[in-house]
């Protein structure tokens, strides 16, 4: 993470009698004149007073809008972002007198860059997210650098892109980055309008997505998801099919095969449930409890009565 900065700060000058000039006055009339000249010397040394001259030396001394956006392109290209900058603002200076930039990117998350050698750097949303997290252990946490160029805070544009590129169709209404594999692909997660969110997995231009429900079944829940939604996404799944009747109180994510995805369905009506596979997005066979004991290993979460289970359908027992 990228601590504070340093910003160099410029020093007024001051003038004083010396000590050495005064303790060689061998008379009043002596020390008048040194403290003459000191006064004379100091009106030349002091800053003018007319604002527009000051204005005209910061001015001379703080590097253009064109020189910090090559600046910052040229760190950005260092560090092998995809980022064509449109927009940069220089920070500060680090420690080591390395400038910092905040860049705005033509599309994708803007960065904050060190021009170092090598440059170092984070996106806005990386950025966004620690800091998130950060304040959840402690609210007082010290998070570092942010992004803060209004370009910079389209947070949830750049995490619908990256859903979109992983053929996810839903609203993406907040979402965040999460961490990283081994191998430096970015995870993230995005919450949905209304329906099951996903975990997304982006490795350069490809992103590739899990659902929530199926990551469920591993122990993980989703911060932006909520039960309601996937029982709502289930319930769309049955409209058609002999489960059509049933309104899911619980799901769990069974496994997958080549022939789709196995979910089961609890019934808010007692003793009923289905276990429903899923292909393409669409319910393509529902098993009732009663008799799929065969498929997967049967319902748990819904208590078959004990009859003699009917034969398996053409399929393999999901993994």
Not at 246 to 275: D, H, V, W, Y
Not at 298 to 312: E, I, K, Q, R
Request: aromatic share 4%; hydrophobic share 35%.
């Amino acid at each position: 993470m990228i601590k504070h900065i340093l910003i160099a700060a410029v020093g007024a000058l001051t003038l004083s009698i010396g000590v050495a000039d005064v303790a060689a006055a061998q008379s009043q009339s002596r020390v008048d004149e040194i403290q003459e000249r000191n006064e004379r010397e100091g009106q030349q040394a002091e800053p003018s007073r007319d604002p527009r001259a000051r204005r005209g030396r910061q001015a001379a001394q703080e590097p253009s809008a064109e020189e910090n956006l090559a600046a910052a392109q040229a760190a950005l290209t260092g560090l092998n972002a995809s980022c064509t900058v449109t927009e940069a603002k220089l920070l500060g200076e680090t420690a080591e007198k390395n400038r910092l930039y905040e860049a705005v990117c033509s599309t994708g998350p803007g960065y904050v860059v060190q021009a170092s050698t090598p440059p170092t750097g984070e996106d806005c949303l990386l950025l966004d997210s620690q800091a998130r997290m950060a304040r959840e252990r402690d609210p007082a946490a010290d998070v570092g650098t942010l992004c803060t160029l209004p370009a910079n805070q389209n947070l949830n544009v750049v995490l619908a892109d990256y859903a979109t590129r992983a053929g996810v169709a839903c609203v993406v209404n907040e979402g965040m980055a999460i961490g990283r594999t081994s191998a430096g692909a970015v995870l993230y997660e995005v919450g949905c309008e209304g329906t099951d969110g996903y975990r997304l997995e982006r490795s350069g231009e490809t992103v590739s997505k899990v659902p929530c429900l199926r990551l469920g079944s591993q122990g993980y829940d989703c911060r932006f998801t909520t039960k309601d939604e996937q029982l709502a996404d289930v319930q769309k799944l049955l409209v058609g099919t002999d489960a059509a009747g049933c309104a899911p109180a619980e799901l769990r994510f069974m496994g997958s095969n080549a022939n789709g995805e196995f979910l089961e369905a609890k019934c808010a009506t007692e003793g009923q449930g289905f276990i429903v596979r899923v292909k393409d997005s669409m319910a393509q066979q529902v098993y009732p409890c009663a008799t799929a004991q065969q498929v997967g290993g049967g319902c748990t979460l819904t208590s078959a009565p004990a009859t003699a289970p009917a034969p398996a359908p053409a399929t393999t027992e999901p993994q």
